[in-house]
């Protein structure tokens, strides 16, 4: 016969004995655990037989411990504690947050402050899903949106400015080396132009004619592109701010311009919204705003 590697006494006779020991009353124990005060009193002589060791003084009016059984208890009540706390452990998964974004913000906002998100919100999973088509918040079960989008919103949406698109001309420091910045739109216009979906260039230099260049479909690939120093895109300073900063990219000329629509944090109105969404709403309104 195999024997376990550990000599245990059996488990209800510890809940009797740590429960007894905390009320000092074998009918407060029974009353805790359910059971009558006869089968906690039985119980507890069980174990102390098994033990060889008295662990309570019986009195008149309630128990006393003993000092060996004042030492067992302190101990066999951090082992309950420790097995309570692994159980809860066990069961508490993270709260899921889905949020829909453009792959622009995903890539440019979110994804860099992942990390930084779990270190705030460690309770959340965060489900990104990245798409330029507008989400329906209960057809794709959506929590938060970032979208590109107008004033004024429906009752039923709770809305909050994020950033205005303010478009700025960047490139790879390595493609205007040896230029004097800023450039004047004359020399802009002589580097090679990169081009998203949104195609401001026109408006941009105010010209009406369509300018060569490389297109892609997303602000994402015309961004790489850029940083790969194949040109000159025209993007959001949102999402360069950071490329900016370390010097990845630079703003090739003074010129820019402010147009609609503006980037909103939006959700659907609640009387009783999740914790978890509202704590996911007020990190993405610290984090990712820059009105």
């Not at 060996?68 to 159980?87: H, I, K, P």
């Not at 979110?110 to 507008?134: C, G, N, W």
Request: aromatic residues 6%; proline residues 5%; contains cysteine.
């Amino acid at each position: 016969m195999i024997q376990s590697r550990r000599a245990l006494p059996p488990l209800n006779a510890l809940r009797a004995f740590e429960a007894s020991g905390r009320r000092l009353n074998f009918r407060a124990a029974a009353d805790e655990l359910g059971v009558t005060q006869g089968a906690i009193a039985q119980q507890v002589r069980a174990l102390e037989d098994q033990l060889g060791l008295r662990l309570f003084q019986r009195q008149p009016r309630g128990l006393a411990l003993t000092a060996q059984g004042a030492a067992y208890l302190s101990d066999v009540t951090r082992a309950f504690d420790m097995l309570g706390e692994a159980t809860g452990r066990l069961f508490a998964r993270p709260e899921t947050v889905t949020i829909s974004v453009t792959p622009t913000v995903a890539a440019k906002l979110l994804i860099p402050r992942l990390a930084e998100f779990y270190s705030a919100l460690p309770e959340v999973d965060l489900r990104t899903v990245a798409t330029e088509a507008l989400a329906d918040f209960d057809r794709d079960q959506v929590d938060i949106a970032v979208r590109l989008t107008s004033q004024p919103f429906p009752a039923t949406l709770e809305a909050r400015l994020l950033f205005r698109q303010e478009l700025v001309a960047v490139a790879s420091p390595h493609l205007v080396k040896g230029l004097t910045l800023p450039l004047s739109r004359e020399e802009l216009c002589k580097l090679p132009l990169l081009h998203d979906s949104h195609d401001r260039w026109g408006v941009f230099l105010g010209i009406r004619e369509k300018l060569p260049g490389a297109a892609f479909n997303h602000t994402t690939l015309a961004l790489d592109a850029a940083l790969a120093g194949q040109g000159v895109v025209l993007a959001c300073r949102a999402f360069v701010a950071a490329d900016l900063e370390a010097g990845r990219l630079v703003q090739v000329t003074n010129a820019t311009a402010t147009i609609g629509p503006d980037y909103f944090l939006v959700r659907k109105r609640a009387s009783s919204p999740r914790k978890a969404v509202d704590a996911v709403w007020d990190w993405c309104a610290a984090r990712l705003s820059l009105a």
